[in-house]
């Protein structure tokens, strides 16, 4: 049990919000889920938000919403996956909205079918969004986080990659990431 005197919880709490002002947030996949979820309650505490997914109009959806509550966030459609890409809208959002001092991948998707029965197609896509695209975006973020000694990276993950799952290549891809 943490034990934190009373003197810094105060200072800690009227000094709140100036801290989470600081804090410059990319949530990938962002347009639904819990990434939308996550990226407003980020929001409501003033960080300011720069939400990443192919999905457009989710992630609009998701920008206006914390807007209209009267916090800061910017949509920018980004496909993870796609290396290029990565690299192109990790400049403009710097540019645009600060240095990341957050960065958390959370994009992901699934098939929702047995290792056999799955299309190869998808097999990749798991590899290339769950556990490929975070190399594309650490890549991206860690340089300036590691110069200015201040950074977080995060990874949503699931319960399946300590299970023996049905979903053997979904687990797979999410233990690429754990063990990396
Ligand atoms: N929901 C759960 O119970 C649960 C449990 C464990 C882990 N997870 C993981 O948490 C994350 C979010 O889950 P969710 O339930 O909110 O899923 P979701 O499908 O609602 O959200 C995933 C988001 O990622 C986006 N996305 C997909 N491919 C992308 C790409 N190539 N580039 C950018 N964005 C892309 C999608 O458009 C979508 O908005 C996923 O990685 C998922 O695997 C979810």
Redesign the pocket.
């Given at each position: 049990m943490t034990i934190f005197p009373a003197r810094l919880k105060r200072k800690y709490n009227r000094n709140k919000k100036f801290f989470f002002s600081k804090l410059q947030n990319i949530y990938?996949?962002?347009?639904?889920?819990?990434?939308a979820g996550v990226s407003k309650q980020l929001a409501a505490k003033g960080v300011t938000v720069i939400c990443?997914?192919?999905?457009v109009r989710?992630n609009i959806n998701t920008v206006n919403e914390i807007i209209n509550s009267g916090g800061k966030a910017f949509s920018f459609k980004?496909?993870?996956?796609n290396r290029e890409e990565v690299y192109a809208v990790a400049k403009e959002s710097a540019k645009i909205a600060g240095d990341v001092t957050i960065l958390v991948n959370?994009?992901?998707?699934?098939g929702g079918k047995s290792f056999v029965e799955e299309d190869d197609k998808m097999i990749l896509k798991t590899f290339e969004?769950?556990a490929i695209?975070h190399f594309w975006t650490t890549k991206a973020f860690l340089p300036k986080m590691m110069e200015k000694n201040h950074g977080h990276i995060g990874k949503?993950?699931?319960s399946k990659q300590y299970l023996f799952s049905f979903l053997t290549f979904l687990a797979l891809s999410r233990s690429v990431v754990l063990t990396k």
């Open positions: 990938s996949g962002a347009g639904s889920g819990l990434g990443w997914d192919v999905n989710g980004c496909d993870v996956s959370n994009a992901g998707v699934v969004v769950n695209s949503k993950f699931s």
